[in-house]
């Protein structure tokens, strides 16, 4: 039955009472009530619902939470507020870069993991670090645009 | 101020300030006449827009937000023509208890009829402000010259002002719509036409509320569908007692065909949908036509033509050289990345669905007829949901939800569809054929031209007439049938969308051949018929300057009459450093494509670099140089942001996109069996906008898909000599084409 699972989730403690092979996914959303990370595709194909534990980018549809016991899980809304944004969010809003928006938690997400690894990626690694992260918008161009201008505060 | 209140309102308008005329009637002939954009159906003016006493103003669209910025673009109208700050306003939209009807949130319109709608209602209600504001200061009639700032009406004679908000209270605008009040002229707008940044991205950055997958509701359980295998499988047996059985399991439902189970929490109702394909047994249906030769077969079935252009009389000229080609476009998914989604509760009889619909009031008439309900007892509301680009899943899904809503009593059930639901049962953008001829005169003029297309209907949206367009309602035990597939008529069009050329041929002629039958669920994709109907005149231009021996986009503007097709063919070519007589095959290819939208909507060109690799027959999109015209603009960043998104998803269904399937079902049913262009793939895109503040606003939203789509055809056929005219241009047709 239902196991007690312990999460650090954007630095608090939590805990949750689920079968450990539940998708991390739902328990962000549902239990946790967080809305950023999204169901696409519930096959780690789309990147919608990516979420970093212990600073890598995973898909949490696919991600069994008691694999991310004792982990530290950041979501989007661990990265900041509407009045106090990420850097990359800031750069998002400020390039304009969503339309319906669906996607964007997981190209902030999986950008953030690039950037703190490597605030310095070109280009081209950023095209690549998002290249499992699906659009169907066609934002792709303001999404590079945020991600370069995200990068170059990161760097300083 | 003694001039006549008319030409007096004009001019305080050009200097930014405002005249007040008392007992200004409205014109007589205002009475019955059209009014304005949506306007017309919606005439009350306070079903527009409230002005409350707290100091803020309700503001009311029948459209919805769907990712394309429509309510920034919408309060920016709105504020604009009452003279308030847009943090004062609170949009409303979508929702059968609240606003106007206005329809589907489609074909691009929501600008040139709710915008329109707003810009009039908000000038008369303005306007309606200022007569009370004199009454309300006892002034006697005449004329003053007053101002209004955020809702601060100024200027009288005596210095003293009163707000809209302390007007609030009377009623003013509850009253029909005159349209007697001229929106202001470009000159007096502060915010229409500016880069408003968009509503909604900070809470969809922040992980805020943002859309109907995150509402939660006090009690709320949930919901998944098992779907048939395909269109045609019955029901043979079905043993629910192991999954009623199962972890958190509330409710299997099943109704004929129609499976559903509700649970405790989300990953326990996918559970138990697992196993419910095991409890199920279903017939083995080979109903599906031939994917191999799938245009064969539509032009096989009984057809209706209808010629929907015909210009020139008496035998064809003689001619230089005629020429003729065939184009397909295979089925297409709107592949939305968040499968459709709803909230449905039942409560003392009625029912409330939360909805992405692109349209509540038609989705609330399908859903009377499919539940046997007074549509008084349905509420159907809007919340933003994943992009759509047309009829996809999001109307299916509130049916779903509400079947399962009624089954449970009055708790609320959410349903998400999986991945392989979407895929699998949405209604795809229809399969094309279209086959053109043309004559070519001894100046190299085409003096003569054809166009047939062949296709199904465009547009299988809920609440028509007859029928019942949800797809749970024809798997019910008691069976609703579809609606009969309806012709979209021109000048619009739905499968003939675009066909009718905006070139000027002495002589032509345009046969839609309109194919009820549909062998596989169809419906509204953007762009329609236009997308395949742009493809194929934008490549056979091409192919005809060749054989004229003239320059593609010098070709085009000799058969053009109108200015601003020019404008933004020419405006394409010199961003894109566009010259003649590049040399071609040398694996790298520029081309060009154009179209005014509907041809009623934006104009749009685009010069498209590709490069093709020899080895794998791969096209890669380098550069899309584009230039649009959408007369008055509302916000730049948001034009620019649609065309920009037009242009990838059409590179993407271009050089990628097809659906897969055999005679036992759709086969595409996740992003490795449908795959669109992903990162590394996505070219640079340069937008430029021709801004004509004096020309109606024109819907853009569709404006690229079909020229994008021949750009790259031609772009493809000057890199390599080969001209590709089946969609998509995926490498292996490429290489066949080009390297043998």
Redesign the interface.
């Known amino acids: 039955m239902a196991d007690a699972v312990e999460l650090i989730v954007n630095g608090a403690r939590r805990r949750v009472r689920v079968q450990g092979d539940t998708p991390l996914l739902y328990v962000l959303r549902n239990d946790l009530e967080l809305n950023g990370a999204k169901f696409g595709c519930g096959l780690g194909q789309c990147g919608a619902c990516t979420v970093i534990v212990d600073g890598e980018a995973v898909r949490s549809c696919s991600f069994p939470v008691a694999l991310a016991e004792g982990k530290k899980v950041m979501t989007i809304e661990g990265l900041g507020t509407i009045d106090k944004p990420h850097p990359v969010q800031r750069a998002f809003i400020d390039e304009q870069a969503a339309q319906c928006g669906y996607c964007i938690n997981g190209m902030v997400m999986t950008a953030t993991a690039l950037l703190q690894r490597k605030p310095t990626a070109s280009g081209g690694e950023v095209r690549q670090a998002l290249a499992g992260n699906l659009c169907r918008c066609g934002t792709h161009a303001r999404i590079l645009r945020a991600v370069a201008r995200a990068g170059k505060e990161m760097a300083q | 101020m003694t001039a006549p209140a008319i030409s007096r309102r004009r001019f305080g308008q050009a200097v930014g300030a405002l005249t007040i005329a008392f007992s200004l009637a409205p014109p007589s002939w205002a009475e019955a006449a059209k009014l304005p954009g949506s306007l017309d159906k919606n005439r009350m003016l306070d079903g527009w827009l409230r002005i409350n006493p707290d100091g803020t103003v309700t503001v009311f669209t029948g459209k919805v937000e769907?990712?394309?910025?429509i309510l920034t673009a919408l309060e920016q109208i709105a504020a604009d023509e009452l003279d308030v700050a847009p943090r004062r306003i609170t949009m409303i939209s979508g929702d059968t208890a609240q606003t106007p009807d206005e329809g589907f949130t489609s074909g691009s319109q929501s600008i040139e009829y709710s915008g329109t709608a707003l810009r009039y209602a908000c000038a008369e209600a303005r306007q309606i402000l200022l007569d009370a504001a004199g009454k309300r200061l006892g002034l006697p009639h005449g004329n003053y010259a007053v101002s209004v700032e955020d809702g601060t009406i100024g200027g009288f004679p005596d210095g003293k002002s009163v707000t809209y908000w302390e007007l609030s209270g009377d009623a003013w605008l509850h009253r029909e719509a005159t349209a007697g009040f001229a929106p202001k002229p470009p000159e007096a707008l502060k915010l229409i036409g500016t880069?408003k940044?968009?509503l909604?991205?900070?809470?969809?950055?922040?992980?805020?509320?943002?859309?109907i997958?995150?509402m939660?509701l006090p009690g709320m359980l949930f919901g998944r569908i098992l779907r048939p295998p395909n269109y045609a499988a019955q029901l043979i047996s079905f043993d629910d007692g192991r999954v009623k059985q199962m972890?958190g399991v509330v409710a299997v439902l099943r109704d004929g065909r129609f499976l559903g189970v509700v649970a405790q929490?989300?990953?326990q109702a996918?559970a138990a949908r697992d196993a419910l394909r095991d409890a199920a047994r279903w017939s083995d249906e080979q109903s599906l036509p031939p994917a191999d030769n799938i245009y064969q077969y539509l032009k096989g079935l009984p057809a209706e033509d209808h010629v929907v252009s015909e210009k020139g009389a008496g035998p064809a000229p003689s001619a230089r050289a005629v020429h003729d080609a065939t184009y397909t476009r295979p089925y297409t998914a709107h592949?939305?990345?968040?499968?459709s989604c709803a909230l449905a509760q039942m409560k003392d009889g009625a029912l409330t669905v939360w909805t992405h619909s692109q349209g509540v009031f038609p989705l609330r008439r399908d859903l009377a007829k499919a539940l046997a309900l007074d549509e008084a007892k349905i509420r159907c509301i809007h919340k933003?949901?994943?992009?759509c680009?047309g009829h996809n899943g999001a109307d299916d899904v509130a049916l779903d939800a509400a079947l399962l809503a009624r089954a449970l009593g009055d708790r609320p059930v959410k349903v998400?569809w999986?991945?392989g639901d979407e895929f699998g049962w949405e209604p795809f953008g229809p399969a094309m054929t279209v086959s053109l001829h043309a004559a070519l005169d001894d100046h190299g003029m085409i003096a003569d031209w054809t166009h047939d297309v062949w296709t199904n209907t465009h547009s299988t949206r809920p609440g028509q007439k007859d029928g019942v367009n949800l797809l749970a309602a024809w798997h019910l035990a008691q069976p609703k049938s579809p609606g009969k597939p309806e012709i979209i008529p021109q000048p619009a069009g739905g499968g003939d969308r675009n066909a009718v050329p905006l070139y000027d041929f002495p002589r032509q002629r345009v046969t839609h051949h309109f194919i009820p039958g549909m062998p596989i669920r169809v419906s509204a994709l953007r762009a329609l018929g236009g997308y395949a109907n742009v493809f194929a005149i934008e490549s056979f231009m091409d192919e005809l300057a060749a054989l004229a021996k003239v320059d593609p986009v010098e070709f085009r503007l000799r058969h053009l009459n109108d200015e601003r097709a020019f404008a933004v063919i020419q405006a394409a070519a010199k961003h894109a450093g566009w010259q003649a007589n590049l040399p071609g095959r040398t694996g790298r290819g520029r081309g060009i494509g154009f179209a005014k939208y509907k041809n009623l909507s934006a104009y749009m060109a685009v010069v498209v670099d590709a490069e093709v690799d020899r080895r794998s027959g791969a096209v890669r999109v380098t550069r899309a140089t584009a230039a649009i015209d959408a007369g008055q603009v509302v916000n730049p960043?948001g034009l620019i942001?649609?065309t920009?998104?037009?242009?990838?998803?059409a590179t993407?269904w271009t050089l990628k996109e097809r659906v897969g399937f055999d005679r036992s079902g759709i086969v595409s049913r996740?992003?490795?069996g449908y795959p669109?262009?992903?990162?590394?793939e996505?070219p640079?895109?340069d937008v430029t906008v021709l801004d004509r503040p004096t020309e109606k606003s024109l819907g853009a939203g569709e404006a690229a898909q079909g020229p994008t789509a021949a750009a790259i055809a031609n772009a493809v056929a000057h890199a390599t000599g080969a001209r590709l005219r089946d969609l998509p241009l995926a490498p292996e047709r490429v290489k066949a084409a080009a390297f043998g």
Do not use: C, H
């Open positions: 769907l990712g394309q910025g880069s940044p968009r909604d991205i900070p809470a969809k950055v922040t992980g805020g509320v943002a859309y997958q995150d939660r972890p929490r989300e990953e996918i592949a939305s990345i968040g499968p933003e949901g994943s992009g680009y998400q999986m991945r960043n942001n649609q920009e998104g037009g242009i990838i998803q993407s996740d992003w490795q669109i262009l992903t990162f590394p996505v640079v895109i």
